[in-house]
């Protein structure tokens, strides 16, 4: 429990370096890793405070020239074997893995509307089937709030809407307008390349 709180407080300070290393070694062009970081800093908003967008490029300058001075880049290309590059490549992989799930959970969802638990109970085990099969690692993905966050995130790029169901405060969870997208999105985490 101590560990989860430290975590929780530290992982802030190391959002842009795991971000900038795993563009790296997706092989991002240098020249893309702003709008490539961005795209993630967009999709993850809803579980840490970024920098804003004006001050991203300037933050990812000042770690991209750190990775080039203790050694982690070398002209353009990435040392997959530096430290700094083995420590941060994992940071966030929890978050993408549960974010991956939800889509996919979605994805699969057959009967609509849903309500918004059965949903995330749904991409819970469907998470813990994950983790049995090797296609998931990290077992801190599987929480309620980072399902729930991933959910509204779905709600905002239009994926999913929510159903208005009288007489009843649950909240309910129906195909959105870009539904048809969401494959694509799908694609997009499980490769780690947002763009």
Known sequence: MNLDFYKNNIIHFFLLPALLTRALLAEVPLAGLSEQIAWWRDLYRWEFPFPERDALASELARWLSYYREVGGVVGDVVDREHIVIRVTAGILENFREAYLVAARTVAAQEEWPVKQQDLIQRMRREFA??????????????????????????????HVAEARRRGTRDRWIEPGAAYDRLPELTQRLRSGVGR
């Open 129 to 158: 089937t994950s983790l049995l099969l090797g296609e998931a690692h990290r077992p801190e993905g599987n929480s309620i709030v980072t399902f729930g966050n991933a959910l509204s995130r779905l709600v905002e790029l239009r």
